[in-house]
């Protein structure tokens, strides 16, 4: 049974570490904390891949939005952070298979 252990990782956001809250799978292979850690201690991250998801996810909505023509869009998603290869991951969908996307249309058809 595979077990992700969260840790807070440093991450590089435009020229400033952040400490940041990621998965880390694969840590089902020691009980070790300090093991653990310093499997993500001593590196620090790049947000880029992050920041790209988040773009992508925007971009497309917006497509999507334009073509619906709402009078009023509220998008809400939440992203999970891993820690995979020595890269920071977002991550939308959970091994749950449960989406995190909430999308909110509204149509004001009076005074037309």
């Not at 971009?59 to 820690?83: D, M, Y």
Request: aromatic fraction near 2%.
């Amino acid at each position: 049974m595979t077990s992700n252990q969260t840790r807070t990782v440093p991450v590089d956001i435009d020229g400033i570490t952040v400490m940041i809250e990621a998965t880390c799978p694969g840590s089902e292979n020691t009980n070790d904390d300090s093991e653990i850690e310093s499997n993500v201690s001593g590196e620090i991250l790049s947000f880029e891949a992050v920041n790209k998801t988040i773009s992508a996810i925007s971009k497309e909505l917006s497509r999507s939005l334009a073509t619906a023509k709402p009078t009023k869009a509220t998008v809400e998603f939440g992203i999970e952070l891993q820690k995979q290869s020595g890269q920071l991951l977002a991550q939308i969908i959970q091994g749950s298979g449960k989406v995190n996307l909430k999308i909110t249309l509204e149509w004001n058809t009076t005074g037309r």
